[in-house]
T-cell receptor
């Protein structure tokens, strides 16, 4: 029972353009949402988060949008850089954290 | 601070063998957890601990044991390894359990069970 879903296993964008990574969830009890970034042979690292009482949170080039009615969140990276190439995990929490399967982002120079 | 450390980085076991994956953190975090990462499945919670002496099961606890004798250490034991336990294992910690706590992850242990 995957409560957090990332339906796109991979995404490729050109350097300087926008990257949009999507995530859907099913559990309406989730009250906090996070994005983690993972490079090969390393553990995931926290990127950005959003509380369920907000619909947008911005941190530099990264913005997370939350649409509670659609149970959907997205991560926007503008402008995308080659160093952003990694696997991005969406996570949602109602105490314990549930993760999506990840989206591999490739930013081409 | 070393953060969250895990040993070993790689391990190959035969079916039926037992072993312990080590995890330690030096951030004085109360909450520690173990996840496994499998292709197409994301990270799934195995066991977690909200403090020394307290542990509980996550989504996929079968075949694993944990203990938490100190705040710093949270070892994961495989009692009788099975090929289905081939995975990458991540230990994580956060200041407290609860939604508003970012988790810090270790570098992972890649386990292969033959």
């Amino acid at each position: 029972d995957q409560q957090v879903k990332q339906n796109s296993p991979s995404l490729s964008v050109q350097e300087g353009r926008i990257s949009i990574l999507n995530c859907d969830y099913t559990n309406s009890m989730f009250d906090y949402f996070l994005w983690y970034k993972k490079y090969p042979a390393e553990g995931p690292t926290f990127l950005i988060s959003i509380s369920s009482i907000k619909d947008k949170n911005e941190d530099g080039r990264f913005t997370v949008f939350l649409n509670k009615s659609a149970k959907h969140l997205s991560l926007h990276i503008v402008p995308s850089q080659p160093g952003d190439s990694a696997v991005y995990f969406c996570a949602a929490s109602a105490g314990d954290m549930r993760f999506g399967a990840g989206t591999r982002l490739t930013v081409k120079p | 601070n070393a953060g969250v450390t895990q040993t070993p980085k790689f391990q190959v076991l035969k079916t039926g063998q037992s072993m312990t994956l080590q995890c330690a953190q030096d951030m004085n975090h109360e909450y520690m957890s173990w996840y496994r990462q499998d292709p197409g499945m994301g990270l799934r919670l195995i066991h977690y601990s909200v403090g020394a002496g307290i542990t509980d099961q996550g989504e996929v606890p079968n075949g694993y044991n944990v203990s938490r004798s100190t705040t710093e250490d949270f070892p994961l034991r495989l009692l009788s390894a099975a090929p289905s336990q081939t995975s990458v294992y991540f230990c994580a910690s956060s200041y407290l359990q609860g939604s508003y706590n970012e988790q810090f992850f270790g570098p992972g242990t890649r386990l292969t069970v033959l």
